[in-house]
């Protein structure tokens, strides 16, 4: 596997970097003549365009030239590899994940799951994981991982995991936690085990509704405990430190308003989620009284050096599933079946949906006047805008504004793509 990995990553560097020949240095550009790409997942096909990718040169915020990528008949989900030369899509028509070679900008074969998936992870390695929550494996009770070989095809291992809903691995593939429905454990996976002898899956109690983790570059897991807003009957939300070694274990819990996703930025970790309605509607914690929304989000700064909770903001309700860190300190926080305010019935004509953006410099939070379900979000270093999946749409953010970005390429700050865009993935790192 090491020397796998190890091919790929001198494959990107061949395929993406100066050569020198007779007429001097030149780029080896990809199909699409792009250097800046981003790939837009289209769930639903139109009229005029197919459900799969749709490249996107992310320089102009303008659609290649280039025809879009195959990428089955209902496509939901994708997980793009580390080294980004990888593309894994999970089309729910056929409970398929279609492999993309990114740098031919082609579809390189499917790969048949045993049920539908909604967690996806590609590895440097080679391999791929998918939780699917009813794979059937005799003797075990419904649920697994499944090991997807992305380069040979097909399935290469299925590992018992009762009702897995979602996978998460560490920056080189040795560790894959593996989180359950209505389960107060966390399952580690060790891929490189199998077959060997060694015992592949370790469960590991002591949480409280985990659902899911963020590594940090150490390689500490920070397990999420969605706890109330997930049915515990505990006072609140929590992150644990899981400890590894001979005999795993669960840390000291970090009380935190909601746990349902992550980020690790510095030392910082910030966790979002959503508060019981008892904590919305009491004081002093309710702070939604300038809204419309019957129930607000929230967002906790955990400094990781003292695991203590050091901030908090109010953000949108929903659950939040999506989180991004823009290149200059904007983090975007995304959820899914929020309180959405329209116009009719709210104050002053307010709108909000399922996004917020908060200011680390400056802990202010912008709400924007915009509706939908947020299901991508997508940042660079070399410019300052987010790509958000939104209700359907592709916006365009201008991180300096925490507005959409009017030109005269996007005058509405939204990229012009018929069909249902239901994620975003930068290709290349820029």
Same mark, same amino acid.
């Given at each position: 596997?090491?020397?796998?990995?190890?091919?790929?990553?001198?494959?990107?560097?061949?395929?993406?970097?100066?050569?020198?020949?007779?007429?001097?240095?030149?780029?080896?550009?990809?199909?699409?003549?792009?250097?800046?790409?981003?790939? #837009?997942?289209? /769930?639903?096909? *139109?009229?005029?365009? &197919?459900?799969? +990718?749709?490249? =996107?040169?992310?320089?102009?915020? %303008? $659609? #290649?030239?280039? /025809?879009?990528? *195959?990428?089955?008949? &209902?496509?939901? +989900?994708?997980? =793009?590899?580390?080294?980004?030369? %990888? $593309?894994?899509?999970?089309?729910?028509?056929?409970?398929?994940?279609?492999?993309?070679?990114?740098?031919?900008?082609?579809?390189?074969?499917?790969?048949?799951?045993?049920?539908?998936?909604?967690?996806?992870?590609?590895?440097?390695?080679?391999?791929?994981?998918?939780?699917?929550?009813?794979?059937?494996?005799?003797?075990?009770?419904?649920?697994?991982?499944?090991?997807?070989?992305?380069?040979?095809?097909?399935?290469?291992?299925?590992?018992?995991?009762?009702?897995?809903?979602?996978?998460?691995?560490?920056?080189?593939?040795?560790?894959?936690?593996?989180?359950?429905?209505?389960?107060?454990?966390?399952?580690?996976?060790?891929?490189?085990?199998?077959?060997?002898?060694?015992?592949?899956?370790?469960?590991?109690?002591?949480?409280?509704?985990?659902?899911?983790?963020?590594?940090?570059?150490?390689?500490?897991?920070?397990?999420?405990?969605?706890?109330?807003?997930?049915?515990?009957?505990?006072?609140?939300?929590?992150?644990?430190?899981?400890?590894?070694?001979?005999?795993?274990?669960?840390?000291?819990?970090?009380?935190?308003?909601?746990?349902?996703?992550?980020?690790?930025?510095?030392?910082?970790?910030?966790?979002?989620?959503?508060?019981?309605?008892?904590?919305?509607?009491?004081?002093?914690?309710?702070?939604?009284?300038?809204?419309?929304?019957?129930?607000?989000?929230?967002?906790?700064?955990?400094?990781?050096?003292?695991?203590?909770?050091?901030?908090?903001?109010?953000?949108?309700?929903?659950?939040?599933?999506?989180?991004?860190?823009?290149?200059?300190?904007?983090?975007?926080?995304?959820?899914?079946?929020?309180?959405?305010?329209?116009?009719?019935?709210?104050?002053?004509?307010?709108?909000?949906?399922?996004?917020?953006?908060?200011?680390?410099?400056?802990?202010?939070?912008?709400?924007?006047?915009?509706?939908?379900?947020?299901?991508?979000?997508?940042?660079?270093?070399?410019?300052?805008?987010?790509?958000?999946?939104?209700?359907?749409?592709?916006?365009?953010?201008?991180?300096?504004?925490?507005?959409?970005?009017?030109?005269?390429?996007?005058?509405?700050?939204?990229?012009?793509?018929?069909?249902?865009?239901?994620?975003?993935?930068?290709?290349?790192?820029?």
């Amino acid at each position: 596997m090491k020397k796998t990995a190890l091919l790929s990553a001198a494959l990107i560097v061949a395929a993406f970097t100066l050569i020198s020949c007779n007429s001097g240095p030149h780029i080896v550009l990809p199909p699409s003549k792009l250097t800046t790409r981003v790939f #837009a997942l289209q /769930s639903v096909s *139109s009229p005029t365009s &197919a459900a799969g +990718l749709i490249i =996107i040169d992310a320089s102009k915020d %303008t $659609l #290649a030239r280039a /025809s879009g990528i *195959s990428a089955g008949t &209902a496509p939901t +989900l994708m997980a =793009i590899s580390p080294e980004r030369s %990888t $593309l894994l899509v999970f089309d729910s028509a056929t409970n398929s994940v279609q492999v993309v070679n990114t740098k031919t900008e082609s579809l390189t074969g499917s790969i048949q799951l045993a049920g539908p998936t909604k967690s996806l992870v590609a590895l440097t390695t080679g391999f791929g994981y998918a939780a699917v929550p009813t794979a059937v494996l005799n003797g075990f009770p419904p649920g697994a991982v499944e090991v997807m070989n992305t380069t040979a095809g097909g399935i290469a291992a299925t590992i018992s995991v009762p009702n897995a809903q979602t996978v998460v691995g560490n920056a080189n593939g040795t560790q894959l936690l593996v989180f359950s429905s209505d389960s107060d454990a966390v399952t580690i996976v060790s891929p490189f085990s199998l077959n060997t002898g060694n015992p592949v899956t370790t469960t590991v109690p002591g949480f409280d509704r985990p659902v899911t983790a963020v590594f940090g570059t150490d390689g500490t897991a920070y397990v999420l405990n969605c706890g109330p807003e997930c049915g515990s009957a505990s006072a609140s939300a929590s992150v644990q430190v899981l400890n590894f070694g001979t005999t795993p274990s669960a840390g000291p819990a970090v009380a935190v308003d909601g746990a349902t996703i992550g980020l690790v930025s510095g030392s910082n970790l910030y966790v979002a989620g959503t508060p019981t309605a008892s904590v919305n509607n009491s004081a002093p914690n309710n702070q939604c009284t300038q809204t419309a929304a019957p129930t607000c989000g929230r967002l906790d700064i955990i400094d990781l050096g003292s695991m203590t909770v050091t901030g908090s903001a109010v953000i949108t309700d929903g659950y939040h599933d999506r989180i991004d860190m823009s290149g200059n300190g904007q983090l975007f926080i995304g959820s899914h079946t929020c309180s959405g305010v329209g116009n009719v019935n709210a104050p002053q004509g307010e709108v909000r949906g399922c996004l917020s953006i908060f200011n680390t410099a400056t802990a202010a939070v912008t709400i924007p006047p915009d509706s939908g379900d947020v299901t991508g979000l997508q940042g660079f270093t070399g410019r300052n805008v987010e790509y958000v999946a939104e209700g359907g749409n592709l916006r365009v953010y201008d991180t300096t504004k925490n507005k959409l970005l009017l030109n005269s390429t996007i005058t509405t700050g939204t990229i012009g793509i018929t069909g249902n865009i239901v994620d975003v993935k930068a290709v290349d790192f820029f």
